[in-house]
């Protein structure tokens, strides 16, 4: 009776580094059209970049190494905050953060859509399961003061998009309240 029990146990301890390894199979890597890391992208879906209001990092205006790019909806509903990394070319944004727009003090660029979506229809307001069905069931959860965040990772050298961007890894961060997306941040984090 115990062999089965033994053979069940040793071959879930076999499995845990697997498991703890699990790696992102579908990752976002754009916002309406402007792809991480992509000069080409930002130019082809908002113009030239010196018509662009790029200003200070949002965090802390006196960091003028990681200057940002503000986009909203059509009703300035939702921003979007682009991040550009230290020495990536003028239009490379490593990072990008989709959340309501709730300050005023913003100043950017206003899109004519409706919402801020990712290529695969990710945009703030959609339930749990839409993200899910999306980007899979590889992810890390956390929860704290009545929100739930969903986090994605993904460091596989080999991976197309690392290897585009020249990063180590990738992060897809989706907060939820009451179900529904309130928040959402994908990119790579400088190393």
Do not use: W
Not at 54 to 67: H, T, W
Not at 110 to 120: D, G, S
Not at 172 to 180: A, L, P, Q, S
């Amino acid at each position: 009776m115990l062999k089965p029990f033994v053979a069940v146990a040793l071959l879930l301890g076999l499995a845990s580094p697997a498991l703890a390894k699990c790696q992102a199979g579908k990752i976002e890597t754009d916002i309406n059209a402007v792809r991480i890391g992509d000069e080409i992208s930002v130019e082809r879906a908002l113009g030239r970049l010196d018509t662009l209001p790029i200003g200070a990092s949002e965090k802390d205006p006196s960091e003028s190494d990681m200057p940002t790019l503000v986009l909203f909806n059509k009703d300035k509903s939702e921003v979007a905050i682009l991040t550009k990394h230290p020495g990536d070319t003028p239009g490379s944004f490593m990072e990008i953060e989709v959340r309501p727009a709730a300050d005023s003090r913003l100043v950017g660029k206003t899109l004519q859509a409706e919402h801020l979506a990712t290529e695969r229809g990710i945009r703030l307001g959609v339930p749990v399961a839409f993200v899910m069905e999306r980007l899979g069931d590889c992810f890390t959860k956390t929860s704290s003061k009545g929100k739930t965040t969903l986090e994605y990772a993904l460091d596989d050298a080999d991976h197309a998009y690392l290897k585009r961007v020249n990063m180590p890894s990738y992060y897809g961060r989706y907060t939820f309240r009451g179900g529904k997306l309130v928040g959402f941040a994908i990119g790579s984090e400088m190393p």
